[in-house]
């Protein structure tokens, strides 16, 4: 008999979690404003809300903390995360930041003005947020596959290139000072995108004269499924593959939360010396002197450790098939979902799982609010709701798809667990006709809503 896969890892720590009724929920979700983010995490058995900063760090970070260094300019800490970020990326400068988005509003302090475009596979709500925000335009040249949720292309996260060279073609290169591959896709289901595009991408870029960054929170990830299924890469490892990935972009911007297995923390690297002495001035001004801009020198340590797990099938290979196997489960129940399953999560098509709902009364977060009532599960909605209004007609953007996004944290729950979701899923699969109607909004912020947003039943 051939043995079953098992996990890589074994667990020293524990830390519980709760079980609740459904009327205690009935009740907790309606104090919450049908909004999930609004509820305590007491109130939640299973938190797929996020895979950032939720994960387990392992033993070998944990004793990193204990050595960091909390110098103020210069801390050991510091070199140990630059010495890591240029061996693992090949970028020469990096400056640390408190998490993600953080780097993104370092990073375009300096390159975006009024009047920018900034086209993309498919840019995450806080790259989309910060770009609006700077009254620059967010443009996504997704591939059609991607909105296909039964396509089971390889690679749905591939910029489309004639939508981009589109965008090249029309606009002055001056009015587009960078754009940005999302690696994983998540706003596409955690979709990842092939060592052909990003070097496609790159070749039409410099063509164009601009430049290219990487968000970068699931490079890993997206390298794992690189060797997985692109011709040529089964045998290199994935420090290999990301090596080669990275020589494709001209700078980076990083959550530290998701592939960098810690719980707090950001970063940027780049190799132009000029964007990094003006980052550094903003950086000093929003996040913290250049050399631990908003982390600990001990989150620094952790950090470079994590990094080094992350990049080995080791750790990729527990990961990702975990993800998996929720998305089996549900494929095998019959349930719609974003395919083939993507990295750090499941995305459940919740317009074809409740087609009886109207786009208006947000479908997606109907769906995860019954899936709390149903197995006191926190997923996200990645929707109408993320999708905010259009900044200039004010109304709903209804993007072409609708998902729940059920994200699983790195090294933290068992295959118990995803099972209890999925048959959360399958109860709730079992009696979708009799789901008619959704919620309406009671007031809401004028962008990144879905936070804070009030609902009530309709
Ligand atoms: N880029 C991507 C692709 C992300 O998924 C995120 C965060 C960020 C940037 C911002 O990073 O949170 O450290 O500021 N995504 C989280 C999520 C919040 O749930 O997908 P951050």
């Given at each position: 008999m051939n043995l079953p896969f098992a996990e890589n890892y074994k667990i020293k720590m524990v830390e519980p979690i709760y079980r609740s009724t459904r009327e205690q929920r009935v009740q907790w979700i309606a104090d919450a404003n049908y909004n999930l983010f609004n509820l305590s995490s007491d109130k939640v058995f299973i938190d797929l809300l996020t895979d950032s900063g939720t994960g387990a760090m392992s033993d070998r970070q944990w004793a990193a903390i204990m050595t960091g260094d909390e110098s103020y300019a210069g801390s050991s800490s510091y070199y140990h995360l630059k010495e890591k970020i240029q061996t693992i990326f090949g970028f020469e400068h990096f400056l640390p930041t408190h998490q993600g988005r953080a780097a993104e509003n370092v990073l375009f302090s300096v390159l975006l003005k009024e009047g920018d475009l900034v086209p993309g596979n498919s840019h995450f709500d806080t790259t989309k947020g910060h770009i609006e925000y700077r009254k620059a335009k967010a443009i996504d040249c997704t591939i059609d596959e991607a909105f296909d949720t039964d396509s089971t292309f390889p690679f749905k996260g591939n910029v489309d290139l004639a939508k981009l060279e589109k965008v090249f073609k029309l606009q002055?290169?001056?009015?587009?000072?960078a754009m940005i591959m999302t690696i994983t896709c998540n706003s596409s289901g955690g979709q990842p995108v092939s060592m052909a595009n990003l070097k496609a991408v790159k070749e039409m870029a410099t063509e164009y004269g601009v430049p290219v960054i990487f968000d970068s929170a699931r490079f890993a990830e997206n390298a794992w499924f690189i060797q997985q299924r692109?011709?040529?890469?089964?045998?290199?490892?994935i420090k290999e593959i990301v090596k080669e990935m990275f020589t494709y972009a001209d700078a980076m911007t990083m959550s530290s939360k998701k592939d960098g297995a810690v719980n707090i923390g950001g970063f940027m690297a780049m190799r132009n010396i000029d964007w990094y002495d003006k980052a550094s001035t903003f950086n000093i001004m929003y996040?913290?002197?250049?050399?631990y801009g908003g982390m600990a020198g001990r989150d620094m340590n952790a950090l470079a450790v994590g990094l080094d797990e992350v990049t080995t099938n080791d750790f990729l290979d527990t990961r990702i098939k975990q993800v998996q196997y929720l998305g089996n489960k549900l494929m095998e129940y019959g349930i719609p979902i974003?395919?083939?399953?993507?990295?750090?999560a499941v995305f459940v098509d919740a317009k074809k799982f409740l087609p009886?709902?109207?786009?208006e009364e947000y479908i997606a977060q109907t769906l995860a609010i019954i899936l709390y009532l149903e197995a006191g599960v926190r997923g996200v909605e990645v929707g109408t709701l993320l999708a905010?209004?259009?900044?200039?007609?004010?109304?709903n953007r209804y993007p072409k798809l609708e998902f729940l996004r059920l994200a699983i944290p790195r090294r933290t729950y068992s295959n118990n667990h995803m099972d209890v979701v999925a048959a959360g899923l399958k109860n709730i699969f079992e009696i979708r006709d009799e789901i008619r109607t959704g919620l309406l909004i009671r007031k809401e912020a004028a962008i990144m809503r879905h936070f804070t947003v009030l609902l009530e039943k309709v």
């Open positions: 002055p290169q001056k009015n587009i000072p692109e011709e040529g890469y089964s045998t290199k490892t996040e913290g002197f250049v050399t974003q395919q083939p399953i993507g990295g750090h009886y709902v109207p786009k905010d209004r259009d900044p200039e007609t004010n109304d």
